[in-house]
């Protein structure tokens, strides 16, 4: 037996929830490519055309791991493909906050919510990497029954619940501490 090994209900909340944040967050970058490619650039990480790439492919792959986190066979895998996307994510996010470009659009959330980068963020990404070593984990061996599947669904939908509140926190702290400053 592992030395770590979730109960099984713990890994397929983790895996549904991550795939609803990851699937959703596709779903709101390709329904305004445009803007999330401007996103990209502003980070100025990558030149022009590689950012109109990485504006698609971020996308692709987000759709792609939550795609895979729903399925048993493949749940590692998305967790892993969702984990590397966490990662670079965070990582464009930091560099930028050490650069001091903090009024920048994330790019992570709904297109013209405004929410910029932050620490937060990163933080936030830690949490959803966390949650991506639970969905990948070894389970314990038990036999699942009817009361299980109830309990992964209810908890994976209040877990992304929970998600996508703190975003709105998120970005509502921030309109809110610039609303603030503007006489």
């Given at each position: 037996m592992p030395v770590f090994a979730v109960d099984p209900v713990l890994g397929h909340a983790s895996a549904a929830a991550l795939a609803l944040v990851f699937i959703v967050g596709a779903w709101h970058k390709?329904?305004?490519?445009?803007?999330?490619?401007?996103?990209?650039?502003?980070?100025?990480?990558?030149?022009?055309?590689?950012?109109?790439g990485a504006a698609l492919a971020l996308p692709m792959a987000e759709a792609l791991a939550g795609l895979m986190l729903l399925?048993?066979?493949?749940?590692?895998?998305?967790?892993?493909?969702?984990?590397?996307?966490?990662?670079?994510?965070?990582?464009?996010?930091?560099?930028?906050?050490?650069?001091?470009?903090?009024?920048?659009?994330?790019?992570?959330?709904?297109?013209?919510?405004?929410?910029?980068?932050?620490?937060?963020l990163v933080g936030r990404n830690a949490v959803l990497l966390a949650a991506c070593a639970v969905a990948a984990a070894p389970e314990q061996a038990?036999?699942?029954?009817?009361?299980?599947?109830?309990?992964?669904?209810?908890?994976?939908?209040?877990?992304?619940?929970?998600y996508a509140a703190a975003n709105e926190l998120l970005a509502d702290s921030q309109r809110l501490s610039s609303s603030r400053m503007q006489p």
């Open positions: 390709f329904a305004d490519l445009d803007a999330f490619r401007l996103a990209v650039e502003r980070y100025r990480l990558l030149a022009a055309p590689a950012a109109g399925l048993p066979a493949s749940r590692t895998a998305g967790a892993a493909l969702a984990a590397a996307v966490l990662v670079l994510a965070s990582t464009a996010v930091a560099v930028n906050l050490l650069r001091g470009h903090r009024d920048i659009d994330c790019g992570c959330g709904t297109p013209g919510t405004g929410q910029r980068l932050s620490w937060a038990r036999e699942l029954v009817w009361l299980d599947a109830f309990t992964a669904v209810f908890a994976a939908l209040a877990l992304w619940t929970l």
